[in-house]
């Protein structure tokens, strides 16, 4: 702003001088007859036209200074203007561009949640099937009386337990657990099942049907999955087990004044074709109290340590300190002690216990 009006100021002094130049001009040829005083004339005019090329000079200068930094000014504008119209339109690019993944992704969205939501009515149907599957029904006559639990780490699980009658007076019983959790550990047991009840019709003993069970689920179950299990020939009237224990959990036995674990049989189920499994007897008394759980129960952790577990020594305890409850109330007993342990907080296994008392 300030050269401008230095500009403006130098144009006006050079019109100035240039006027006075002319009319000094005008008068020196008028005068030129007078010779002092056409001297005096031109001495005059040398002294206007030197002073007027001097500020036209500088006038045009300054101006053209001026306009080339106008000139500069106004193309950094265009050019500023020109990349934000680039950003501009790389920005509504993009925005385009989310906008259509942003419907997309509704679109799976909606997808998504309905196959959730059929997913979850699936295994809804599912947990009743496989619940239907577990013979949760009571044992109860003169000679015995049961109770069972079963909670599943997911919406179903691969703990298992069943039994068939053999007589009225005499059970043959299985609990099992499958290696993993959810839909894969379920369809295994499923099989189980059926494998248990059509080979319990032509039942010998329980070392031999663990023995064919087991060779037909190597045969059968892909190379990752076997399946810890114990079977026991329960006869009531006699008060008499005769079980086999394929690498699960004991079966403990409660009795007036000790506990005992018992585990003789073999190796885990589904991997060793033709693997042998003995057995054992078990005598029992009156007021005796024999019990079946899985892993679940005496591995279920309050926190991530893995020596901070539930234990058998608790499990133990617990029974021993109320065994004279009958087989619901120890039942309840047992389930409200585990759960308090945990905080009450879901286990992160499947859980199964099946409890006889004798009496």
């Known amino acids: 702003m300030k050269t401008e009006k230095i500009s403006a100021i130098l144009k006006f002094i050079s019109i100035v001088f240039f006027a006075l130049f002319i009319l000094l001009m005008i008068f020196s040829i008028v005068s030129y007859t ?24 500088y006038s045009v200068k300054i101006y053209s200074k001026n306009s080339y930094k106008k000139i500069k000014e106004n193309k950094e504008k265009l050019n500023h ?3 934000n119209y680039s950003i501009l339109k790389d920005y509504q690019k993009a925005i385009l561009e989310l906008k259509e993944k942003n419907t997309y992704i509704l679109g799976r969205f909606d997808v998504i949640y309905s196959l959730n939501k059929n997913y979850k009515k699936d295994m809804k149907r599912a947990r009743k099937i496989q619940e239907a599957m577990i013979n949760k029904k009571i044992l109860k006559n003169k000679f015995i ?18 039994y068939v009658y053999i007589n009225e007076n005499r059970i043959l019983f299985i609990m099992s657990d499958v290696s993993g959790h959810g839909v894969e550990a379920a369809i295994v047991t499923s ?40 079977i026991a020939d329960i006869d009531f009237e006699s008060k008499k087990i005769n079980y086999s224990n394929a690498s699960h959990t004991p079966l403990l036995l409660i009795k007036d004044k000790e506990i005992i674990e018992y585990s003789k049989g073999g190796t885990i189920v589904g991997l060793f074709k033709n693997a042998f499994y003995e057995e054992d007897i078990i005598e029992l008394n009156n007021g005796d109290i024999f019990l079946f759980f899985t892993d679940g129960i005496i591995e279920a952790s309050q926190s991530k340590n893995k020596y901070d577990i539930y234990g058998i020594n608790k499990l133990k305890k617990i029974i021993s ?13 047992i389930k409200n002690d585990f759960y308090e342990y945990l905080s009450y907080r879901s286990p992160d296994d499947d859980c199964s216990m099946f409890l006889f008392k004798v009496k």
């Not at 010779?35 to 001097?54: N, Q």
């Not at 009386?145 to 069943?162: M, Q, R």
């Not at 300190?321 to 007993?333: G, Y």
């Open 34 to 57: 007078n010779k002092k005083i056409f001297i005096t004339l031109l001495t005059l005019f040398l002294l206007f036209i030197i002073p007027f090329f001097i500020f036209y000079k």
């Open 81 to 83: 203007i020109s990349l």
């Open 321 to 333: 300190a109320n065994k004279n409850l009958d087989a619901d109330a120890l039942m309840t007993i």
């Open 145 to 162: 009386s049961s109770a069972c639990f079963y909670e599943p780490f997911e919406i179903i699980g691969g703990d298992f337990f069943d």
């Open 191 to 230: 099989m189980l099942k059926t494998t248990f009840r059509n080979l319990s019709n032509s039942f010998n003993s329980v070392s031999s049907l663990l023995f064919e069970i087991n060779n037909y689920l190597v045969d059968t179950l892909p190379a990752d999955f076997y399946l810890t299990m114990i």
